[in-house]
């Protein structure tokens, strides 16, 4: 009977009641092999139940370790960066930097997860502390990957940073100028056209400035991440996100996908 109410209390406010498995250090255990055979079969959503049935029950047991648990919370993150739940990302890699701060995967995550939430301040602080620690590894692997998310952030931060116009500084010059030569110089004359209002970043990338040109710079950046070519997918997307701001009428949801890829 004593055994039964313990159960019951352990039990309580249980999550997910569905996923049979024991409240113990072995419960926790599966929950993370179901967790991790679930992601390695696509079943994302069914993951992240698991890992959160995880967590919940080591919550209960106590005895893991922090080093176990922090893995847990940054497997939880990694099946939610999947549902693309950033804020949720960034939660699970918070509680999983407070049980072990050296949890590179937490880190590089919940960077990843700011920049796809447009928060570019609080990525490039993230990555930059990711870097800082990584200063001294050996990791070459890890290293490339906190610079590559980095060279993305630092694309995003210029493609949003407004830039000052050659049309502006012109109007100073020509209101400075007070010649009646040339004034009727001047007169008749057609004005030239308009600056972009942001200079075109990459010029050397040579596309026209048009719905399909910013397709076109999709498709090459693209063709560029899966050809190993980093840096200039980066480019090329950044290209593309300047056009988007050149032409009419591109949709919402295509400045979504540029600034995500």
Known sequence: AMQKAEEERLRKDEIFPD?????SLAGVEEAKRQGNTCFSNGSVADSL???????????RVGGV?????SILYSNRALAETKLSKWTDVITSCDMALKLNPDNFKAQYRKAA???EAGRLAEAASDVDQLLEGLSGTTNSIRKKEAEELRAKIEAAIRATKPQATNGFKRMEITEESSSDEETKKDAGQSPPPAAPATPDPYPDLKVECSLAGVEAAKKQGTNSFSAGAIEDSVRWFSK?????KQVKDVPDAQHSMLYSN
């Open 19 to 23: 996923l049979a498995v024991d409240i």
């Open 49 to 59: 139940r698991w890992f959160s049935k995880g967590i919940w029950i080591a919550d």
């Open 65 to 69: 370790s922090a080093e176990k648990l």
């Open 113 to 115: 997860a700011f920049f």
């Open 240 to 244: 593309g996100l300047w056009l988007a």
